[in-house]
């Protein structure tokens, strides 16, 4: 019986998962929905810790670590990827 709960836990972990993977606009916003819902019965930790964090990622956005303000590290990192050419 208990395997049964184990397996159960680990597909819908998974179903998590893939949901935010594949739909993250989406999943923001139910998330968003669901702090709010859960604020407003007054679980106030719970609701904070399932609202999505705010991105502060500004830039390149290719998770490349450099600083949204800096221009300079920006062109580096474009400069960086090549083409491949094909013979």
């Known amino acids: ?49 399932l609202r999505p964090k705010k991105s502060t990622a500004g830039g390149c956005g290719a998770g490349c670590g450099c600083d949204s303000n800096d221009t300079a590290s920006i062109k580096q990192h474009a400069q960086e990827v090549k083409t491949i050419k094909w013979k």
């Not at 949901?19 to 904070?48: C, E, I, Q, R």
């Open 1 to 49: 019986m208990i395997q049964y709960l184990i397996i159960t836990a680990i597909v819908l972990w998974s179903c998590v998962i893939v949901f935010n993977k594949l739909l993250p606009k989406t999943a923001n916003k139910t998330y968003t929905a669901l702090a709010d819902s859960l604020h407003k019965m007054g679980w106030v930790s719970l609701a904070d810790k």
